[in-house]
């Protein structure tokens, strides 16, 4: 996570994205990589009749931003970046071709996490990443410094590819990682699964030398509601959650589980992109 990319439209929400951009880079000496993509049309809405004087203007502002950043982080390298076309896109272009890299995103409202489908900005920048993104819900006030974070573990195989980034946020910011296993009481063979995933994700704390908890929980209702609500009753600042998929990948839709998590979680959530997708016990 050497490369931070944020999207950045000006809005409330990119700049709290932003600062939280800032945070990580200090703790990690990263570069962080503001995005403004000027989509078609747009200028007609800022500046008519005139296309340069609303790039200029938005190349003033992240000038300022930039600097801003430079003063909380003098030893960062900051920089931006002006593109065009669709955002999305070219953020999630943009940083799958640059090494060890991370988005982190804000969003807006209706425009963004209160949507159902796939359609904002946000949503498909996390549909579509091929690197983790980090996301911010709108009227969500945090602290920036990590100290409490929350990976649920299930019965599937890719369950355990996020650990290596949920350490890693626990290392930089030497916070508390909580392993959470949820059974399903009507599937009795899933509480043996989830100790074996919880065994495995236990033993990687160890290694990396992080303070931990491991624990499971039954399900009985929705599981998105179990664990917000384990989230919430723990205080947790960050979830590190995997990106679920339907079994048409063709649609870019993204799993419904993930929708759930993604319109509903009350802290900062970190997706992993899944390299595959099937289950342990097969």
């Given amino acids: 996570m050497k490369n931070i990319v944020v999207g950045i439209d000006f809005s409330k929400n990119s700049l709290n994205a932003m600062r939280h951009a800032v945070a990580i880079a200090l703790k990690n000496n990263g570069k962080i990589h503001l995005i403004w993509v000027k989509t078609p049309g ?3 809405s800022i ?4 296309a340069n004087a609303y790039t200029m203007k938005a190349e003033e502002r992240l000038i300022e ?6 003063t909380e982080a003098p030893n960062c390298s900051v920089h931006y970046v002006i593109l065009e076309g669709k955002p999305a896109t070219e953020i999630t272009t943009y940083a799958s071709n640059i090494t060890d890299s991370i988005i982190v995103i804000g969003t807006h409202g209706v425009s963004g996490f209160e949507e159902i489908f796939v359609g904002s900005n946000a949503f498909k920048i996390i549909t579509l990443s091929t690197v983790p993104v980090l996301i911010l819900r709108e009227g969500i006030e945090i602290h920036r410094d990590l100290t409490q974070i929350l990976t649920p573990i299930d019965t599937s195989f890719e369950t355990l590819q996020k650990m290596k980034y949920a350490i890693n946020f626990a290392k930089i910011f030497s916070a508390k990682l909580f392993l959470l296993g949820l059974v399903a009481p009507v599937l009795p063979e899933t509480r043996h699964t989830i100790n074996i995933q919880l065994t495995h994700a236990s033993n990687m704390c160890q290694q990396a030398n992080i303070r931990f908890d491991a624990r499971s929980i039954d399900v009985n209702g929705i599981p998105t509601k179990t664990v917000i609500d384990v989230a919430k009753m723990l205080d947790v600042n960050l979830m590190v959650i995997m990106r679920e998929e339907e ?3 063709s649609t870019f839709w993204l799993g419904s589980i993930t929708r759930q998590l993604v319109n509903n979680t ?7 992109p899944n390299v595959n997708h099937y289950d342990v016990s097969k």
């Fill in 42 to 44: 747009a200028s007609e």
């Fill in 47 to 50: 500046v008519k009749d005139n």
């Fill in 65 to 70: 931003l930039v600097n801003e950043c430079k």
């Fill in 247 to 249: 079994e048409d990948f």
């Fill in 266 to 272: 009350p802290m900062p959530l970190l997706i992993i």
